[in-house]
């Protein structure tokens, strides 16, 4: 009777065969073999989705973004610890030492903030920053950073394409160029006002540069909002260019014909031109810039990493400089 | 002019008092020594648990250790320069006893400040090392300051003194003075791509009495000028 009752659709459980402890070892031996597995292969991509949850050291707002389409914009190394990102910088409003920043900014106000787009537009726009971070859907793009000094990290900042804004205010055919100006407010950056700079910092960018999709508007990073030290509530980020040239805490986008001036090539014009671009074979007049020290990774008595053409991304931005001579225009 | 310069055992009031006066005592030098010897340890702690990745140093050891080993250099030069001016303003003639150690210990962490910036930042690369000095001012600069030093030390024991005799001796050791300025002009240098000028006008006031001090008090030009022919072989 009982053959005739089970005609293939009866099924003895699992976990009438298998004691209950046993099997459950093994899934969680399973599990181990492919996590593992996953783990060494794909440590990189595991981490990377990893950071929005584990990363979050100062806990401020997040800001997620989804992984950027384009071209180039994420790079499989390895992201610099968010403490050396955000505990390392240049940010001379606040303090020529690295750590002066991280210790100094907290005075700095992020809300309200506005960015007036002005120049040659059709449509000059006062943004204010809530409308800004809605403009456009927010990407996490991971990029290199090259700092002019002979070092570098790899951030995963979240931000868009500069262009989104720009298409939006619609440059008139006389806007050849785009100055970025920031904030230089004495009140709360102790060292607007040193003789290091002219103040505000100000930095441009030739128009099809700006346009250029690696070029992003920024506005967090590791899935945060920026931290102050780091160019909060909005920067821009360069790839392919010394650090520099990514002004922070932009309060002024302006379209014009002519090359404007910027705050490093005032000061040394023969050390920091308007391009910047990283460049191996062209050195600073007072060091070499073939190669760099990454930070947190690279060991102290470990011989520095070569650095790349266009930091690397020279298969995205190299047709921008097609013909021209870079040495002239460093 | 004696020839038997004993630079080592000054005894200025009678051996009577050493017992009282600390800087007399035996274990004056020892300390001292080990004293000296502070800042290098906690650096080489630094580097040693850096490589193994304790991170003491901050976000960038090799700039940590380059300019702190240079910050130590400077500071030890100053103590050195400052010893006479304090010995005859405090009136502890005791002092010079620790003038040549002091002195070496300015070599030493030049040295090894040399050793960081062409280890770390060159890679112990002959040729690239050459290059950067000829390229940089900056290098150039603290580089010769580093060589003028060097005979200096080479010089420093009393064997050495006696061969020279105290009045060459003496003359030779005034390359100091211009160690000194080598070494702010070095630092300034430095500074100066970042404008930041605060931190080297301490250092240049410092050294700027210190070696002012020595102008003003030096012996009129007649006064010298007997000096130095008397002590002309």
Redesign the interface.
């Known amino acids: 009777m009982h053959l005739l009752e089970n005609r293939g659709f009866v099924h003895p459980r699992a976990s009438e065969i298998t004691p209950r402890n046993a099997y459950l070892r093994r899934r969680e031996l399973l599990a181990r073999f492919a996590t593992g597995a996953a783990g060494v292969a794909l440590a990189g991509w595991a981490g990377r989705d990893a950071w929005a949850q584990t990363a979050r050291a100062n806990k401020l707002a997040a800001l997620p973004g989804a992984r950027s389409p384009i071209p180039g914009a994420v790079t499989m190394e390895k992201p610099t610890a968010y403490?050396?990102v955000t505990?390392?910088n240049n940010f001379?409003e606040f303090g020529?030492d690295?750590?002066d920043p991280a210790k100094n900014a907290h005075t700095l106000k992020t809300r309200p903030w506005t960015i007036a787009v002005e120049g040659e537009v059709k449509k000059p726009k006062v943004f204010d920053i809530e409308e800004l971070l809605k403009l456009s859907p927010m990407e996490e793009r991971i990029y290199r950073m090259r700092c002019v000094e002979g070092?570098s990290m790899v951030i995963p900042w979240v931000g868009y394409s500069l262009s989104e804004l720009i298409k939006r205010v619609e440059p008139t055919g006389n806007a050849k160029y785009v100055e970025f100006l920031t904030l230089a407010d004495p009140k709360t950056m102790p060292f607007v006002g040193?003789?290091?700079?002219d103040w505000p910092y100000a930095e441009g960018l030739r128009l099809d540069e700006a346009m250029h999709p690696l070029a992003l508007l920024t506005f967090g990073l590791y899935g945060e909002v920026l931290p102050n030290q780091n160019g909060a509530p909005v920067r821009m980020v360069l790839p392919w260019k010394y650090g520099f040239k990514s002004a922070k805490s932009i309060v002024k986008i302006r379209f014009v014909e002519k090359e404007p001036g910027t705050a490093w090539n005032k000061?040394a014009r023969n050390e920091y031109g308007f391009y910047s671009n990283v460049n191996p074979s062209v050195?600073h007049p007072?060091?070499?810039q073939a190669t760099e020290?990454r930070?947190?990774e690279d060991?102290?008595?470990a011989?520095?990493r070569p650095t790349l053409m266009f930091n690397g991304y020279e298969a995205q931005v190299g047709q921008l400089y097609a013909g021209m001579d870079l040495k002239k225009f460093y | 002019m004696s020839t038997s310069v004993r630079v080592d055992e000054f005894s200025p009031n009678g051996a009577g008092t050493s017992r009282r006066k600390p800087l007399l005592r035996p274990l004056a030098k020892p300390v001292l020594f080990i004293a000296c010897l502070l800042p290098f340890a906690w650096l080489l702690y630094g580097?040693i648990s850096?490589?193994y990745g304790v991170n003491t140093l901050?976000?960038?050891?090799?700039?940590t250790?380059i300019r702190a080993t240079g910050d130590w250099t400077l500071r030890f030069l100053c103590i050195t320069l400052a010893v006479t001016p304090v010995r005859q303003w405090f009136k502890q003639p005791a002092l010079a006893r620790f003038r040549r150690m002091l002195g070496l210990f300015t070599f030493f962490y030049g040295c090894v400040h040399f050793l960081c910036y062409s280890?770390?930042?060159m890679?112990l690369v002959f040729d690239d090392i050459v290059r950067?000095i000829a390229?940089?001012?900056?290098i150039l600069v603290g580089t010769t300051a580093l060589l003028t030093m060097t005979p200096l030390a080479l010089t420093s024991f009393n064997r050495a003194i006696k061969a020279l005799g105290a009045a060459r001796w003496l003359a030779l050791h005034r390359a100091v003075y211009a160690v000194a300025l080598l070494a702010i002009l070095h630092f300034f240098w430095m500074r100066a791509?970042?404008?930041?000028f605060a931190e080297v006008a301490v250092y240049a006031a410092v050294i700027g009495l210190l070696l002012g001090w020595r102008v003003w008090t030096r012996p009129q030009p007649s006064a010298q000028r007997t000096v130095s022919s008397s002590s002309t072989p």
């Open positions: 403490a050396d505990g390392y001379y020529t690295k750590d070092w040193s003789r290091v700079l000061a050195d007072r060091w070499s020290r930070i947190g060991g102290i008595f011989k520095k | 580097a850096s490589a901050g976000a960038n050891p090799a700039e250790l280890w770390l930042d890679g950067d390229k940089r001012p900056f791509a970042k404008h930041n």
